[in-house]
């Protein structure tokens, strides 16, 4: 089956901890993006990538960072410098630039 | 500023009745205008809109695009429960790299 992978479903902070979201595709697309999904908004770009080893900062990449040293995987890591993470995290891929994004089922991030 | 908005934020309505959902855009170099819907987890994609006055249609779901006006509706016929969702439009544009803008969505709910 192709598709989009996000792991965990549920994931919960501590107090000035980094917390890693795995996204993974399957669908051979080139770009990949991570968006933040908060109560009452739309979707905000926190990343996105074209290629391998290639990333660009999105609209609200402080206290994010990604990776993207494979065609399939683009972890996302929340790291303590972001002071307001809890949100619904969604991983997209498309085959390039501004093509159709197909989204994965999402990660909820929650602080304790 | 890029900007996506779309009305009207909620909608509550019974089996059978027919809808308009509406997104409005402010983008610098529009490219296309995509519709999706978004159930508890991943949006998934219903449209893509290029040209102004084409109507796309899948089933009870058709929209189109209005690139004068800067407007675009997404009409839903017979509504059933499991239409119940955010419907989120999203709007290619922008200089080099081409960002895709969200709404903030049009929470439907359908009741029996």
């Known amino acids: 089956d192709g598709g989009i992978t996000q792991s965990p479903k549920y994931l919960f902070r501590k107090e000035g901890q980094n917390v890693t979201l795995s996204c993974e595709q399957n669908?051979?697309?080139?770009?990949m993006y991570w968006y933040r999904q908060d109560p009452g908004q739309g979707l905000r770009l926190i990343y996105y990538?074209?290629?391998?080893?290639?990333?660009q900062k999105g609209d609200i990449a402080e206290g994010y960072s990604v990776s993207r040293e494979k065609k399939e995987s683009f972890p996302l890591t929340v790291t303590s410098a972001q002071k307001n993470p809890t949100a619904f995290y969604l991983c997209?891929?498309?085959?390039?630039?501004?093509?159709?994004?197909?989204f994965g089922p999402g990660t909820r991030l929650l602080v304790l | 500023e890029d900007k996506v908005v779309q009305s009207p934020l909620s909608l509550v309505v019974h089996e059978g009745d027919t809808v308009t959902l509406n997104c409005s855009y402010e983008?610098?170099?529009?490219?296309?205008l995509l519709w999706y819907k978004q159930e508890k987890k991943a949006p998934t994609f219903l449209f893509m809109l290029?040209?102004?006055?084409i109507e796309k249609k899948s089933g009870r779901l058709s929209s189109i695009l209005d690139k004068k006006e800067l407007f675009s509706i997404l009409n839903i016929t017979a509504t059933q429960t499991g239409d119940s969702a955010v419907y989120l439009c999203?709007?290619?544009?922008?200089?080099?790299?081409?960002?895709?803008?969200f709404g903030q969505g049009t929470i439907l709910t359908v009741h029996p």
């Open positions: 669908l051979n697309h080139d770009a």
């Open positions: 997209a891929s498309s085959m390039g630039n501004q093509e159709t994004q197909y």
């Open positions: 290029t040209s102004s006055g």
């Open positions: 999203a709007v290619w544009g922008g200089t080099s790299y081409g960002k895709l803008t």
């Open positions: 990538s074209q290629i391998v080893n290639d990333f």
């Open positions: 983008v610098t170099n529009f490219r296309s």
